[in-house]
């Protein structure tokens, strides 16, 4: 779905450094997510964000933090990378009401040597 | 909160063959069952949802069916195709009180010729 776009889509980077991943949406949804993907584990919720005003830890937040600069944008960061932290991150949006459907950026792939 | 689970984790089947797969979920309070297909190297796609209201919902060759009682939902493919090969993923919400959708741990189908 080209509305939810997420930069960048590739990054590998070293134990220690601080990344930032970013995401942008025309779809004019509050509601924001940022989940990462592991082998056998499923997409896992490390934050969520329903207005501008309003962060929330989702399952697996130690080691991450997020920015919601505009009701369009929502930032991910890793303060200190770890190798661990490699995965496949996705962002993802969904509108205001009880349906829950949520439309997903296109990823971005992190390894953390 | 929520616990979903899904199996198989992987499913291999013959062109044509009807495949299944199966989630269980915790909270009886649950009305909101998504199913969401991720190809390879793409993002997840809703498609197909189902509401407690109902017991069935058909699109085409996919259906899904709850049983409240038993707390699970299943995902069926009729006479699939080789463009069914993806990683599935099933999740469930409460609506009414939960924020965030509580995802399976996904399904690898394999259609193979």
């Known amino acids: 779905d080209a509305d939810v776009t997420q930069t960048p889509r590739n990054r590998i980077t070293k134990t220690g450094k601080r990344i930032m991943l970013e995401c942008s949406q025309t779809k004019g949804h509050d509601r924001m997510y940022w989940y990462r993907q592991d082998p056998g584990l499923g997409l896992r919720l490390i934050y969520y964000?329903?207005?501008?005003?309003?962060?929330n830890k989702g399952e697996i937040s130690d080691g991450y933090s997020v920015s919601r600069q505009a009701q369009a944008k929502f930032s991910l960061s890793l303060e200190s990378a770890i190798p661990n932290q490699t995965a496949l991150y996705f962002c993802?949006?969904?509108?205001?009401?009880?349906?829950?459907?949520?439309?997903f950026g296109p990823g971005t792939r992190l390894l953390v040597l | 909160g929520e616990n979903v689970e899904q199996h198989p984790s992987t499913l291999s089947v013959q062109e044509g063959d009807s495949a299944v797969i199966k989630c269980t979920y915790s909270?009886?309070?649950?009305?909101?069952f998504p199913w969401y297909k991720q190809e390879l190297g793409k993002r997840p796609q809703l498609i197909i949802d189902i509401r407690s209201n109902v017991g069935e919902k058909k699109d085409q060759r996919i259906a899904v069916t709850l049983n409240k009682t038993a707390k699970h939902f299943s995902l069926h493919i009729t006479e699939t195709q080789p463009e069914d090969s993806a990683v599935y993923f099933c999740a469930g919400i409460n609506t009414g009180t939960a924020s965030k959708l509580t995802f399976g741990t996904g399904t690898r189908l394999q259609v193979t010729l």
């Open positions: 909270d009886s309070a649950s009305n909101y």
């Open positions: 964000s329903f207005d501008v005003k309003d962060i």
């Open positions: 993802a949006t969904s509108d205001w009401g009880g349906a829950e459907t949520q439309y």
